[in-house]
């Protein structure tokens, strides 16, 4: 059965935005045709008051620390947070299923349709196999530096990876936490396993998050050492590049991957060409969780560094440890409140097809095309083509 939508204004992503545009979708909601309403009988069409916008997409979540929402307070930096963490994490496996699925259905509602996420545990997994959304599940692995733990490590994070079957909704891969977190051992380990896939994967890590990351590998001093010697672990193999964290990442990602920096909170234009020359910039994109780092660290990225580098940006929501919502849209008004100077267009592109790219569901996500099932959108409240504090997003298809 072939269904007929329209709106004051559609946003293809992939062209430019249709005024009175019609969409046209057979019963899986596949698009057959795009058209405008002067074309078609008005009795067949569902108008809808708002614009129309592709399905969302969250290129980092950790879905599985729903269950922690509030615990952590904000503004602390990201060494007390991840504390904070740690010592709430644990709770029933009820709880934390509950608000797991609750979660999910809040990302559904809000017309978010693929999900970049972080899984440390098998927590998701039932979830996931439900396949309500798309998925590309990226399991960390971290053993701090402690290199004589590494082999346990693998193991551990092994039995996590391997519990997930990959469909084509459920995508999955074997990814280093972060550079202040990851020994040049377990870096060799994953890099060596990625470049020898026989597909091309996704590859997140946390990058230049806080200040201290920097200095770390900078001068191999601040505050990340001093919370390895108070936890009791050895620093001797945190390797001193005097340079900033991400060229570390940078010895180990390779081009024949996507690979998926998140937050880039401190990246500048300097980080951001250099990842583009050693990898291609095809291949690299970089996830801003806006939110995330107003909770955590008070502190936004410079988007004009991106912009200027023609860097392929995309959004996610972090995890409601670190936002008041998994909310794409929400993110989206931080931005274009905080940065006007970026446009709603822009902020889109970020929010749809770059993450269908970076996750690699482009080929049916991402944009309003023929040929693709991108889930739609409607965005109400917005005010000659801006976003405004009352807009709010809900999936329609």
């Not at 550079?179 to 590859?203: C, D, G, H």
């Not at 230049?208 to 001797?236: A, M, V, W």
């Not at 502190?299 to 912009?307: A, E, G, T």
């Not at 905080?338 to 569901?361: C, H, I, M, P, R």
Request: a negative charge.
């Amino acid at each position: 059965m072939v269904s007929k939508i329209s709106a004051h204004t559609i946003y293809p992503v992939s062209s430019s935005p249709i005024e009175n545009g019609v969409i046209v979708m057979d019963e899986n909601g596949k698009i057959i045709a795009i058209d405008t309403l002067e074309n078609h009988d008005k009795t067949e069409i569902e108008f809808f008051d708002g614009v129309i916008v592709p399905g969302f997409i969250n290129a980092h979540c950790h879905l599985e620390l729903s269950h922690l929402n509030g615990v952590a307070q904000t503004g602390t930096g990201l060494i007390d947070f991840i504390s904070q963490v740690i010592k709430n994490r644990n709770h029933s496996p009820e709880i934390i299923q509950e608000a797991i699925e609750r979660e999910e259905k809040n990302m559904i509602d809000s017309g978010i349709v693929a999900v970049g996420d972080i899984s440390n545990t098998t927590d998701t997994f039932a979830q996931k196999r439900k396949e309500n959304l798309f998925y590309y599940t990226f399991v960390e692995y971290f053993d701090l530096f402690q290199e004589s733990n590494t082999d346990n490590i693998l193991q551990q994070y092994n039995a996590v990876f391997n519990a997930l079957t990959e469909t084509s909704k459920n995508k999955k891969s074997k990814v280093p936490h972060a550079p202040y977190s990851v020994s040049r051992k377990l870096f060799n380990v994953i890099a060596s396993e990625a470049k020898q896939s026989v597909k091309s994967k996704t590859i997140s890590i946390h990058n230049q998050e806080t200040p201290p990351e920097n200095e770390l590998f900078l001068n191999k001093t601040g505050d990340f050492i001093s919370f390895y010697e108070r936890i009791g672990f050895d620093t001797k193999d945190i390797p001193k590049l005097e340079k900033p964290s991400v060229y570390y990442a940078l010895e180990y990602l390779q081009k024949e991957n996507r690979n998926l920096f998140v937050h880039n909170t401190l990246s500048t234009k300097e980080d951001i060409k250099s990842a583009h020359q050693k990898i291609g910039k095809e291949n690299v994109f970089w996830a801003t969780c806006p939110n995330a780092n107003l909770y955590i660290e008070n502190s936004l990225p410079n988007y004009k560094n991106f912009l200027e580098t023609n860097a392929q940006v995309c959004i996610g929501t972090d995890s409601l440890t670190s936002n008041w919502q998994l909310s794409i849209l929400e993110e989206m008004k931080t931005i274009l409140k905080y940065q006007s100077y970026v446009d709603f267009e822009t902020v889109l592109t970020w929010a749809t097809v770059n993450g269908a790219k970076a996750l690699g569901f482009a080929d049916s996500l991402g944009t309003i095309e023929i040929g693709k099932t991108p889930g739609l959108v409607l965005i109400k409240n917005m005010e000659n083509g801006k976003l405004t504090n009352n807009s709010k997003s809900k999936k329609i298809v």
